[in-house]
Structure formats: C-alpha cells, structure tokens
C-alpha cells in the first residue's frame, strides 16, 4: 500500500471539490488508499457519481475517527476498517445495512456481518514481517522466518513495527503473537522482542517508507531492514523497474503472518445515501476489484478477479497465516492493547 491520498487527489481527475454535492460520494478512508484514474472515471460514467476522498491518517486512527463522528459522519461511505478493528465501529453503531450488489461472487469465509450486511468485504491479505534482501545477503545472514526468530541476538535492533493502538498492521502483528502463544505466553514474548530492540512508530507509511531499509521510498535512508507490512509488499518494489529482477528485493518471513480482511460499509447518516450504495457496489465490482493489486497491493475478493503478472510473480503466497475469531477480537481487543502499550511503549 504505497499511493498516500495527497498524490491520489492530485493525479485523479474524478475526484474532486466542486460541483453538485448531490452528484458527489464522500468516501472516508485511509491515508493509504488508492485507485486508478481511469476506475472512477468509470464509476463517474456508470452513475453520474464523483467520488471525493476523506482521509484520516492510518487504518487505526481512520476507524477511530468514524466511530467519534458517528453523529455527524464526514462522509457518505467508509473504508479501510479490517476484521481487527471492524466491531469497534460496529459495536457504535456507524454503519447502515445495504447489501451490496456482487456479493454472491464473494466467499462466505470473508462475510463477517452476513446477517445484517452492515459491512462489505473489499480485500484481504496477510500482515507479515517484511526483510531486505540485500542486506541479509552483505552480512551473510539468514532472515528471520518465525516470531521465534525475532527474538534472538542475531536479530537484534533490525525491526519496526507500528504502534498496537493506532495502526491496523501493527494490532495485526499483535495478534499474531497472540494466537501464536496464547494468553499465558504473548506479553513473555514481547518483553524478549522489546529486550532485542524493537521500534515502534506510529503507522504503515512512517514503519515502510521511512524506517525500513528495503523500501525505495526510503532512498537508501531507512535502517531497519526488518518491517511489519504484507505478504504482497514486495511487487511494489518492482512496480516499473526495467529489465524486470528475477525476484523481489524484499521478501516475507512466512511464518510470522496473520490474515487481514478490509471492509467499507454505508455510514449512518449519510448526506447522499443512494450515492454511497453505488459506491458500495462499484467496490466489489470486477472493474475496482481487478484494479486493487497494483493499487494497494492487497488480494480482492471476488472469486472471479483476475490478478496482474506483476502480483502473481513477485507477491507471496502464505498458506497458514494465523487468524482469530471475529468474537474473540471483539471481546479481548482492548485488554490486549492496554496491556501492550504499558508492555512496550510506556
């Protein structure tokens, strides 16, 4: 997930300020959302309908955000909210049911809500340990493949992670050291991560594109040739390199994942509901839904979606990412995070 909203606003001609407010869909979202221009222009074409981006900061803080404006939302859809995070919104109450158009093309697994339909299921992908090549290669040293991994010497001061509390990524990883040790073992294993020198920042973008060492965002600056970010991060590193590498110069620790499924849902209170019910089903339309992979580097999840060479090539496949109950999350969430932020950040 690499285009932020302030270069999305300037290259995308659909969006945008003016005109008739009944014409335009407000669409809540976070920072790291992208779509190409030619898709909403599309959108623009089928429904008469400009989309405008609201945007606040992560995935984390983004949900937060929605849930403290529930009375007077910013805007008439909301995504970006992922099955860690999902049940604070609904629990308040943010949403209105509509079931989308195209959902019979999505696999029952991905429904959370499906008895109220009060959130659609956009895409999913798994929250991984990212590493740099390069430098393991120079220093002639393997990466990590296990949490167990990250704990030892060897490792030491080569991780970021994002903050627990305010990013969808870093609650992700959270978990996964959750379902990975359980109740009794978790906070025993981030004293140990904390004790070799672990960083936490804020976000996505702060952890990738400014920390870690991998990313060509960073320039070379980043020092951390460890990061917390996605199994299908590493074909963004290619994106546009010619002669194409025979691998990415990033690769996944795979045994360090946990599944992450983003939702969007029609907010209570909309100003322009009808609008937002269009969106909703331009969502997970095979048009927006072949355009997430190389757009934010996520898997869509409409069965039928075909994905670019790109993706397939160079994005990795993990097949036993740890996941959690929906119910479980909802329930323990906020303990875990407490306890967490007084573990490692205080």
Same mark, same amino acid.
Request: charged content about 30%; hydrophobic content about 35%; overall charge neutral.
């Given at each position: 997930?690499i285009?932020?909203?302030?270069s999305?606003?300037?290259?995308?001609g659909?969006?945008?300020?003016?005109?008739?407010?009944k014409?335009?869909?407000?669409?809540v979202?976070?920072?790291?959302?992208?779509?190409?221009?030619?898709?909403?222009k599309?959108?623009?074409?089928?429904?008469?309908?400009t989309?405008?981006?609201?945007?606040?900061?992560?995935?984390?803080?983004?949900?937060?955000?929605?849930?403290?404006?529930?009375?007077?939302?910013?805007?008439?859809?909301?995504?970006?909210a992922?099955?860690?995070?999902?049940?604070?919104?609904?629990?308040?109450?943010?949403f209105?049911?509509?079931?989308?158009?195209?959902?019979?093309?999505?696999?029952?697994?991905?429904?959370?809500?499906?008895?109220?339909?009060?959130?659609?299921p956009?895409?999913?992908g798994?929250?991984c340990?990212?590493?740099?090549?390069?430098?393991?290669?120079?220093?002639?040293?393997?990466?990590?493949?296990t949490?167990?991994?990250?704990?030892?010497?060897?490792?030491?001061?080569?991780?970021?992670t994002q903050?627990a509390?305010?990013?969808?990524?870093?609650?992700?990883?959270?978990? *996964? #050291?959750?379902?990975?040790?359980?109740?009794?073992?978790w @906070?025993?294993? +981030?004293? &140990?991560?904390k004790?070799?020198? !672990?960083?936490?920042?804020?976000g996505?973008?702060?952890?990738?594109?400014d920390?870690?060492?991998?990313?060509?965002?960073?320039?070379?600056?980043?020092?951390?040739?460890?990061?917390?970010?996605?199994?299908?991060?590493?074909?963004?590193?290619?994106?546009?390199?010619?002669?194409?590498?025979?691998q990415?110069?990033?690769?996944?620790?795979?045994?360090?994942?946990?599944?992450?499924?983003?939702?969007?849902g029609?907010?209570?209170?909309?100003?322009?509901?009808?609008?937002?019910?269009?969106?909703?089903?331009?969502?997970?339309d095979?048009t927006?839904?072949?355009?997430?992979p190389?757009?934010?580097?996520?898997n869509?999840?409409?069965?039928?979606?075909?994905?670019?060479?790109?993706?397939?090539?160079?994005?990795?496949?993990?097949?036993?990412? *740890? #996941?959690?109950?929906p119910?479980r999350?909802?329930?323990? @969430?906020?303990? +875990?995070? &407490?306890?967490?932020?007084?573990? !490692?950040?205080?």
């Amino acid at each position: 997930m690499i285009a932020t909203a302030v270069s999305l606003v300037a290259g995308c001609g659909a969006l945008s300020d003016e005109g008739d407010d009944k014409k335009t869909v407000r669409l809540v979202t976070h920072d790291s959302f992208a779509v190409s221009d030619h898709v909403l222009k599309e959108f623009k074409k089928r429904t008469g309908y400009t989309v405008k981006l609201v945007t606040g900061g992560d995935a984390g803080s983004a949900t937060n955000q929605a849930v403290l404006t529930k009375d007077n939302p910013q805007g008439d859809v909301f995504f970006g909210a992922d099955n860690t995070l999902v049940s604070r919104a609904l629990e308040a109450d943010v949403f209105a049911s509509y079931q989308a158009k195209g959902l019979d093309h999505i696999p029952e697994r991905f429904r959370l809500d499906a008895a109220k339909h009060r959130v659609t299921p956009v895409d999913y992908g798994e929250i991984c340990v990212n590493y740099d090549r390069e430098y393991f290669r120079k220093k002639k040293l393997d990466p990590p493949e296990t949490l167990d991994d990250l704990v030892k010497p060897r490792y030491r001061d080569l991780l970021v992670t994002q903050n627990a509390a305010t990013s969808s990524p870093g609650l992700g990883f959270l978990l *996964a #050291t959750v379902a990975e040790y359980g109740e009794s073992g978790w @906070r025993s294993y +981030w004293k &140990k991560l904390k004790a070799n020198g !672990v960083e936490v920042v804020d976000g996505w973008e702060q952890a990738y594109n400014d920390r870690f060492s991998g990313a060509r965002a960073s320039k070379g600056k980043g020092d951390k040739p460890l990061v917390v970010s996605y199994a299908s991060s590493p074909p963004v590193e290619v994106l546009d390199v010619k002669p194409e590498p025979e691998q990415a110069p990033t690769g996944v620790s795979k045994g360090t994942c946990f599944e992450q499924v983003e939702f969007a849902g029609l907010l209570n209170g909309a100003d322009n509901p009808e609008g937002g019910k269009k969106l909703l089903d331009f969502l997970v339309d095979r048009t927006f839904q072949e355009d997430l992979p190389l757009q934010m580097f996520v898997n869509p999840v409409r069965k039928d979606a075909k994905l670019p060479k790109l993706f397939t090539k160079y994005g990795e496949k993990v097949e036993d990412s *740890a #996941t959690m109950p929906p119910k479980r999350i909802t329930e323990r @969430r906020d303990g +875990w995070i &407490k306890a967490w932020t007084a573990l !490692v950040v205080r």
